[in-house]
């Protein structure tokens, strides 16, 4: 279910938001945003984030740089390994949540 969202946003990128000026008052764009939910949240909580980060982009709210904030456990993350393909940084933000910032590496799965 979650491919279906990403999938749908990726569309919009690629062929509806080019054909209007940007307005977007957010770094990362709303779309980008709800694409790096749906990767790293559960279905409900990248639902809900997405759509609190949808009705903020308006001239009401300032705007600015909003990073996705996550909920991560690393105890179980293997580290180490050679071919390492890192998308996104995890920078720590209180216990257990982390600001989800993407790499600047370009991005071969999509």
Not at 5 to 16: A, V
Not at 90 to 99: D, E, N, R, T
């Amino acid at each position: 279910m979650k491919r279906v969202f990403i999938s749908s946003f990726k569309f919009y990128q690629k062929f509806i938001s080019p054909l209007f000026p940007s307005s977007c008052r957010y770094y990362p764009s709303c779309s980008e945003y709800a694409i790096w939910q749906f990767r790293a949240n559960s279905l409900p909580r990248a639902i809900l984030f997405t759509t609190l980060r949808i009705l903020r982009c308006n001239q009401l709210f300032k705007g600015g740089i909003d990073y996705p904030i996550v909920k991560k456990d690393f105890s179980t993350a293997k580290f180490g390994s050679k071919n390492l393909n890192i998308i996104f940084w995890f920078v720590p933000l209180s216990k257990g949540k982390y600001y989800m910032i993407k790499s600047l590496k370009k991005e071969n799965n999509g």
